[in-house]
């Protein structure tokens, strides 16, 4: 059973920074991974996204500069670096497994929640 679990979301203040991580136990062969964030009465979007072998990475406008997306392949461990946080990165953020290449996810966290106060 593939089980992604999410850890390091709190209560921050604007201009803070927040470390999440991410282990997937389960199943290995992971072809991405991306962290996706849902605010109140917004939709899911993705943030950031890193293909695990290999490296390469894509950010969101909203969070280039800012965020940094990880992964420690040896701990099966994505992990997104967030920096210079301001209250509209407030939501709960998802880690996502892509095994298809697809672009698309097959399996995903429960959430950890990010609140930025002003």
């Known amino acids: 059973q593939v089980q992604l679990v999410e850890s390091g979301g709190g209560l921050v203040h604007t201009g803070g920074s927040l470390r999440l991580s991410c282990v997937v136990s389960?199943?290995?062969?992971?072809?991405?991974m991306g962290w996706f964030r849902q605010a109140p009465g917004k939709e899911r979007e993705l943030v950031a996204r890193i293909r695990w072998i290999g490296g390469w990475t894509y950010y969101a406008d909203s969070v280039k500069g800012r965020f940094t997306i990880s992964r420690d392949n040896a701990k099966n461990t994505l992990y997104l670096q967030m920096s210079s946080l301001k209250p509209e990165d407030t939501a709960v953020y998802y880690c996502a497994a892509d095994y298809s290449s697809k672009g698309e996810y097959d399996y995903w966290g429960q959430g950890t929640q990010v609140t930025v106060s002003s």
């Open positions: 389960g199943r290995t062969g992971t072809y991405a």
